[in-house]
């Protein structure tokens, strides 16, 4: 797939306004989160709640900061000693993805069109990333959204009020 920079640039505005917007209700999930429940997992294939909340938030810095750095790296993805609960995950949230988000927007449609290599399964634009950002994030928070019934905690907003916020 190929993007002239002023496509690259129309796909980075719209994805990062969409992150924006998603992100508060990625920070109501997470932060519904009971503090009884930050190592619940519905089976043993799972992660544990504070760790899918955890992959949630520190994946959308990883994509940004790749796009920033032009290029993807590996990291071992594992929660810092530091973030030991729901409130860790969020303060950790908006302190480092915003201003990430920032940067990323203020990149030009050049930069924005570069074709970058996804640890050697595909090869797209830098842009194009910012919308599997989006989808990835979506995907884990509703994950994470379902473990909250079984915690016992309520089911905030999502894309209208749920069962719990009527």
Do not use: C
């Not at 899918?52 to 790296?73: M, R, Y």
């Amino acid at each position: 797939m190929n993007l002239t920079a002023e496509q690259a640039k129309f796909v980075s505005e719209f994805a990062l306004t969409t992150a924006e917007h998603e992100r508060e209700t990625t920070k109501r999930v997470i932060g519904a989160i009971p503090a009884s429940g930050v190592n619940y997992t519905p089976d043993a294939k799972s992660m544990k709640a504070l760790d899918l909340a955890w992959h949630v938030a520190s994946a959308e810095w990883f994509f940004l900061n790749s796009i920033l750095e032009g290029k993807f790296a590996g990291g071992d993805g594992n929660r810092p000693e530091s973030v030991k609960s729901v409130q860790d995950v969020l303060d950790w949230y908006d302190q480092n993805v915003p201003p990430l988000a920032a940067k990323v927007k203020a990149l030009s449609g050049a930069q924005l069109a570069q074709s970058l290599d996804f640890f050697g399964m595909m090869q797209a634009p830098a842009a194009w990333y910012l919308s599997l950002m989006v989808r990835h994030g979506v995907h884990h928070r509703g994950q994470l959204s379902t473990y909250l019934r079984p915690m016992g905690a309520k089911v905030p907003s999502i894309y209208g009020p749920s069962a719990d916020t009527k």
